[in-house]
């Protein structure tokens, strides 16, 4: 039998070589990255501008609630039963009326309380990071005063970008005085 050897001519590559594939998958991750960032920074900015929108809410609510009365009832009094059953709390802001007093939770999963002062009322938020607290301390307008985790109160408006990366690095509490 007479068989014939015939070599066939190599053919050109085809797919990646693993160089290639290691490169391409390092581009990806690095657009995931970028894109994780921007993510994280578009939520952090959304939740600072969904605090400042309830917060104003509720201080034209808690304004208009006890509008002519002199005072805001007894000091340290909660105010959120009132507003929770008057349906003055905006519907962004979780609200558990299991609790005595009611508990409110905003965007950032910290609790909402506000409590007659007499004349005034503060608000406070719990659990307000400092990429929360300097833009909501720098856009802070129309309120008697601002106190953060229980330092000196702050009643010059607007609050300097300066100011409020000082005073929002001393804890997560925040509290607004309004009246």
């Known amino acids: 039998m007479n068989s014939k050897m015939t070599l ?15 490169a391409s ?7 995931v990255v970028g894109a994780l960032s921007l993510y ?3 939520t952090a900015s959304q939740r600072t501008t969904q605090i400042t ?12 609630m006890w509008q002519g009365q002199g005072t805001f009832g007894a000091n340290g009094t909660s105010l959120n039963d009132v507003l929770v059953v008057s349906k003055k709390v905006p519907t962004t802001i979780r609200v558990d009326t299991t609790t005595a007093p009611d ?4 965007a950032a999963n910290g609790t909402v309380n506000i409590t007659s002062s007499v004349t005034t009322f503060d608000v ?6 400092e990429d929360l607290c300097i833009p909501m301390l720098t856009g802070a307008q129309g309120w008697v005063s601002v106190t953060v ?12 970008p300066a100011t409020a990366v000082t005073a929002c690095a001393t804890g997560t509490v925040v509290t607004f005085r309004g009246n």
């Open 8 to 22: 066939k001519p190599l053919k050109k590559q085809a797919g990646m070589t693993l160089l290639e594939l290691i």
């Open 25 to 31: 998958l390092s581009v990806v991750a690095v657009v």
């Open 40 to 42: 994280q920074s578009a």
């Open 53 to 64: 929108q309830d917060l104003t809410a509720i201080r034209a609510a808690t304004k208009q």
């Open 103 to 106: 508990t409110l939770t905003h």
């Open 124 to 129: 406070a938020l719990t659990n307000i990071e």
């Open 149 to 160: 985790a229980g330092s000196a109160a702050i009643t010059a408006f607007p609050i300097a």
